[in-house]
């Protein structure tokens, strides 16, 4: 026992990104000399499914536990507001890049997924439906919005049960929290297993095939993450906002960039929160209500392969269509789902505006999971970090009008 404790303590004193690198090399090493082996391709599998089991939990009482511990509303309002811009501005930004630099898709074989929806009336049903559902179903499913309808209910109803019932769902909501640390740490395995998988299946061409529509998607997200969110912060506290910027993305994007799943981060933005002194009654709301509907990297995803799409069929598109495929991205950005791969099944919604089928949106679809083992980490990335990054901002804003002094992004 002493000795597994010893390995233990010497595997966790090492930085897991090193780790993760580690895994990430292995993995595509032996994707390309030896693929098709059953054991190491069930340990992305193992990974996916543990946080993807994980994730619905830890927001439901992270929510729960939030709202029923918390002393004020604090600077909630400007959190929301952010968000629900920040996405949006993502989303025209990809519209804005990707007509600037279109990219003819070689589009790939269909891929066997589930039915995606296909108007704007059906998502908005969706929402609305998944809003609503039997809370049971919401977990067990992963419906997010769902789930974090039911747990501000509750959260509510108990702001005036006794203090020994807050501390229930306290207690639950730290252990669930460190569950998810424990199968974070594990993630160098589930890395290697992930990208022996992806090596493995299609070669390294993964990496190459669709370098252009990569480097156009990448550079989307780069200018939604350093450009338009930087002056949304600036607007908030009227400091430089670069110093924020960059803790966030070192603190919060580099883990959500291996881990892929924005609601398995939230243990690390709260940390992040912590140490950069906020109010634990703002940011333990706004954390886990950020990696439902903060989704700027998703809403950058939606647009710009749909824009690719129908560019490739010819499709023209006009300012005013562009603007309105923006919003529509945003909207259903939203919705995406807060683990890996979560908003490429919103692509064929995307599509549909441009009057595109279907079949041939599902290829689209294909292709996104071809390049998921980059695009989804950077998307996650610019997800989980810009949750603190308006967290911050949002709160830095408030002390300014009370004349405190501050240094964005340093620690309280």
């Not at 054991?39 to 927001?59: C, D, H, N, Q, R």
């Not at 910027?245 to 690390?268: E, L, Q, Y």
């Amino acid at each position: 026992m002493e000795t597994l404790k010893a390995i233990g303590r010497k595997w966790n004193s090492i930085s897991l990104i090193k780790r993760i690198l580690v895994g990430l090399i292995i993995g595509a090493i032996l994707g390309v000399v030896w693929p098709g082996n059953d054991v190491l391709e069930m340990l992305g599998t193992l990974f996916v499914s543990a946080l993807k089991g994980v994730a619905p939990i830890l927001v439901f009482f992270l929510v729960i536990s939030a709202l029923a511990n918390a002393k004020g509303a604090g600077a909630m309002k400007v959190v929301v507001i952010l968000y629900l811009a920040a996405t949006f501005i993502a989303a025209f930004v990809a519209v804005l890049m990707s007509s600037l630099f279109p990219v003819d898709l070689t589009l790939a074989a269909a891929q066997d997924t589930s039915a995606a929806p296909s108007d704007i009336g059906s998502v908005l049903t969706k929402l609305v439906l998944s809003i609503a559902s039997n809370p049971v179903d919401a977990l067990t499913n992963a419906n997010y919005l769902g789930i974090l309808a039911w747990a501000i209910l509750l959260g509510i109803a108990l702001r005036h049960a006794k203090d020994g019932v807050k501390d229930v769902f306290s207690a639950i909501s730290d252990a669930v929290s460190q569950v998810v640390r424990w199968i974070i740490s594990l993630a160098p395995f589930g890395i290697l297993g992930l990208v022996y998988t992806s090596v493995g299946t299609n070669g390294l061409e993964i990496f190459t095939e669709y370098g252009m529509l990569l480097v156009v998607l990448l550079a989307s997200m780069a200018a939604v993450a350093f450009v338009t969110n930087p002056i949304l912060a600036f607007i908030c506290f009227r400091k430089n906002p670069f110093p924020l910027v960059w803790r966030c993305i070192k603190d919060s994007g580099v883990t959500a960039f291996f881990t892929r799943s924005s609601a398995a981060n939230i243990p690390v933005n709260m940390e992040l929160c912590k140490n950069l002194g906020l109010n634990k009654d703002n940011y333990s709301v706004s954390i886990p209500l950020g990696a439902t509907i903060n989704m700027g990297g998703a809403a950058v995803t939606i647009s710009l392969m749909a824009m690719m799409a129908a560019h490739t069929m010819g499709v023209e598109v006009g300012f005013g269509t562009a603007v309105i495929l923006g919003a529509l991205s945003a909207v259903s950005a939203c919705g995406a789902s807060g683990v890996a791969g979560g908003s490429l099944l919103l692509i064929p919604l995307a599509c549909s505006l441009f009057g595109i089928g279907n079949d041939v949106a599902m290829q689209v679809v294909g292709i996104g999971f071809v390049i998921g083992v980059i695009q989804d980490s950077v998307e996650t990335a610019i997800n989980s970090s810009t949750d603190v990054l308006f967290a911050a901002s949002a709160e830095y804003m408030q002390w300014r009008k009370e004349g405190r002094d501050f240094k964005p992004g340093a620690d309280a």
